[in-house]
C-alpha cells in the first residue's frame, strides 16, 4: 500500500512535470486588423490543434504597422514585450537597431535544408541585415499597374497589347488624358516604396551593400526620378493624395493606377460593376533583368524572447505561420502574397484559388520572380529621409530637373546620414 | 478628544477641495511637461536604452533645418491667415443673427444650429467630407468652378495653395465656436446704452456699433482672440487627415511636425523641442494679448 501510494505521488509528479514542460504560452502581436483579423484567429486556432501544449495569445491588434512599432517601444521600455510579432517589412530595422531582437541562424540550422522547405534566397533576404537573419517574411506585395481596361480601349489601345516598355506606358496615359472630361492616364504616388521599385526596374539600389553610401543618384536613378517628370509632362499625370486617386480609380476617370498589390481587394471592390479591374505586372525596363527587383512591402515575423525552451516553440510557430500551411491561410484570407515557394511550385495549395483569380496569380507571380528587400535607411535620421526623397519627387513633377533634383535629394539624404 | 481648531478645519477643507486636482494636474501635465522640456536636450530615440545630452542642438535645427523652418512659419502664416478673417466673420454672423432674432426667433435658432455644426461635428468625418468637396475632377468645388467657366484648383496638392484651403477650413471651423461666444456678448448689451446712445445722436447702425456695441464687447474679443489664437496655433487634425504635412511639406505645421518627428520617425528628443516651442509661442501671444488688449476694455 505504502509503495503504491509513493509510485501513485511520483507518477502524478511527473505527469504534472510533463504538464509543466509541454504548455508553453506565446504571446503574439500583430497589426491592421481589417487585414488580419481573420487570419491570425484561423492560423492560432490551426496551430494550436497540431501543437498541443503550445498555447497562443493574440495581443489586442495596433492599428497599422506605424502603430504597431510605436506600441512594440512603449513596451520595450516598459519591458512588456511580446513573444512574437508580425512588424511591417521596412520596420523591422527599427527593433533591431535598438536591439530588442532574437537573432535566428541558431534556430534556421543548415541553410540547405532550410531552402528546400520553400525559403529561397530572395525570401530570406527580406528579413537579413548584414547576413544575419532576424526576421521571417510573413506576406508580401510589390508594385503594380491596376488598369481601367475600357479607358484603355476608348483611348484606342488594347489589353492584348498592353505596353511592355515606359515609352509605350506613357503613351497610352498620354492618349488617355487626351480623352479629356476629367479623364486622366496615371498617377504613382511620389514616395520613397514607389521610387526604389522604379529604381529596382532599371537595375539600381538605394545604397550600396554593406549600407555606407547612398546611390539613388546612378544613372539608374535618374532614369526612375525622370519617369515622374515625363508622366507629369506627357501623360498629365494629375497631382493626387493616394485616397483621391482610388477615388478617382474607383470612378472610372483615371486610366492606370500604380500602387502595391496589396490593395488588389479593394480596388476591385471600389470599381464595382463599373469596370474590370486588370492588374498589371510592373514593367521591367533594365536589360539585364538579373540586376531588377522590386523591393516588398508586407510583414515580417519577429521573434522577441530570449528563454530557450519559449524560443522553441516560438520557431515552431514561426515556421508553421511562414511554410506552406501558413501561406495558404495568409493569402486566401488577405490578397498578400505568399513567402513560401513550395505553396507556389505545388499546385494542391493554391492552384484553385489562383485559377479563379487571374489578378492575383500574376501579381505574386512578380514577387516571386522579383522581390527585394525594401531598404530601410539606417540610423536615426532613417525615417525621416524617406519624406525628403517623397518632397524631392513632388518638385520633380511640379517641373524640377529631375537628374538635377536627384542629385540634391541625394545630398541633401548624405548629409543628413553621415554618408557617402 | 477636542475638535480641531476651526482654521485647522478650514484649511482641511480648502486642501480637501483644491488638493485632487492639483495632484492630477502635477501628474498628468506638469510632470510629463517637465520631462518633456528635459528630453528636448537630449537625442533620445523613442524606445532606445540609451541617449546622450546635446545641448541646444535641437533646437538649433528647429530653427536652421529646411523642413523645421517651414514648420514654424507655416503656423505663423495659418494663425495669420485665420484669426483675423475668423474673429470679422464670426462677429458678422453674431451680429446678424442677432438682429434677425429680432423679428424671427425661429430663423435665428436655425442659423445659430447652421453655424454651430462643424463645432459639434467630429473633424476627422467633416475632414473626409472636404477631402471629397475638393477633390481634383469629381468635387463639387471644382465641378461648380467648371460650370462657372473657370479652371478647377488642385485644393490640396499645390504646394502653394493648400495652406490656404486648410486655413478656410480652419476658419469654417471656429466661425460657429466664436459667434456663439459673440451672441453671449451682444445679449448682455442693456438695451438703454443704445437708447442714451440715440439721444446723443448716434442713430445710424454703424454709428451705434462704433460706440456702443463694440466698446461692450471687449472682454468677449479678448476672450475670443486668446481661444481663437490657441486652437489655430494647435491646428493638427485637418493637416494629419487631409495632407500629412504635404505635399513636400507645404503643409507641415508644428504640431504635427511635433507628431511626425515624434511617433513617425521616433525622435523623441528633436520632438520634445517641437514641443517647448509650441508652448512659448502660445504662452508669449497669450500674455502678450492679455496685457495689451486689457489696457483698451473699457467696460470692466
Known sequence: MKKLLIAAAVAGLAALNAAQAAEVTLRVHYAHPNLWKNVQELMAKNFMAANPGIKIELDAPAKTYADGAQQLLREAVANKLPDLAYVGLNRWRILEARGLLAELDPLVGDAAAFEAKGYTPALRSLGQYKGKQYALAASASTLVMYVNPELVKKAGGSMDSFPRDFDGLIALAGKISALGGGIDGVWVDPHDWRFQSMLGSYGGRPMNDDETAITFDSPAGVAAATLYSRFAKEAGMKKYGGNEARQAFAAGTLGIYIDSSSYLTRMIEGAGDRFKVTVEPFIVAAQDTSKVYFPTGGSAIVMFTKDKAKQAAAWKYMMYATGPDGAKMVVENSGYAPTNALVLQDKSYLGDFYAKNENARRAHAQVSAHAGPWYAYPGAEGVAVTDLIGAGLVEIIDGADPAAKIKEVADDVRGKLKMK | ?300
Open chain 2, 1 to 300: 478628544m477636542s475638535a480641531p481648531r476651526p482654521r485647522l478645519r478650514e484649511a482641511l477643507t480648502d486642501l480637501w477641495l483644491a488638493g485632487p486636482a492639483t495632484v492630477a494636474m502635477l501628474v498628468l501635465i506638469f510632470i510629463p511637461a517637465l520631462i518633456v522640456g528635459v528630453l528636448s536636450f537630449t537625442d533620445y530615440l523613442f524606445g532606445a536604452s540609451t541617449f546622450h545630452w546635446v545641448g541646444l542642438d535641437n533646437y538649433i535645427e528647429l530653427f536652421t533645418d529646411r523642413t523645421g523652418r517651414r514648420a514654424v512659419t507655416n503656423t505663423l502664416l495659418y494663425v495669420a491667415v485665420v484669426m483675423p478673417t475668423s474673429i470679422v466673420l464670426s462677429l458678422v454672423a453674431a451680429l446678424g443673427v442677432h438682429a434677425v432674432a429680432r423679428w424671427s426667433r425661429g430663423l435665428a435658432n436655425v442659423l445659430r444650429t447652421a453655424y454651430f455644426m462643424p463645432v459639434a461635428a467630429t473633424l476627422v468625418a467633416m475632414a473626409t467630407v472636404w477631402q471629397m468637396l475638393l477633390h481634383p475632377n469629381l468635387g463639387l468645388v471644382n465641378q461648380v468652378l467648371a460650370l462657372a467657366g473657370m479652371a478647377g484648383q488642385e485644393w490640396l496638392s499645390d504646394r502653394g495653395l493648400v495652406l490656404y484651403t486648410l486655413a478656410v477650413i480652419g476658419i469654417w471651423e471656429t466661425i460657429g465656436y466664436n459667434m456663439i461666444l459673440f451672441l453671449a456678448g451682444l445679449a448682455a448689451i442693456p438695451e438703454h446704452l443704445y437708447d442714451a446712445a440715440a439721444v446723443d445722436g448716434a442713430e445710424r447702425g454703424w454709428e451705434r456699433f462704433w460706440t456702443v456695441t463694440w466698446p461692450l464687447l471687449g472682454p468677449t474679443t479678448l476672450f475670443v482672440l486668446v481661444v481663437t489664437a490657441t486652437r489655430s496655433f494647435r491646428v493638427f487634425e485637418t493637416v494629419a487627415t487631409l495632407t500629412n504635412g504635404g505635399p513636400a511639406f507645404a503643409s507641415d505645421t508644428l504640431v504635427f511636425a511635433m507628431y511626425r518627428e515624434g511617433f513617425v520617425y521616433f525622435k523623441a528628443g528633436y520632438s520634445g523641442a517641437i514641443t517647448m516651442v509650441f508652448f512659448f509661442f502660445v504662452l508669449t501671444l497669450t500674455l502678450i494679448q492679455l496685457r495689451l488688449v486689457e489696457k483698451r476694455v473699457h467696460y470692466r
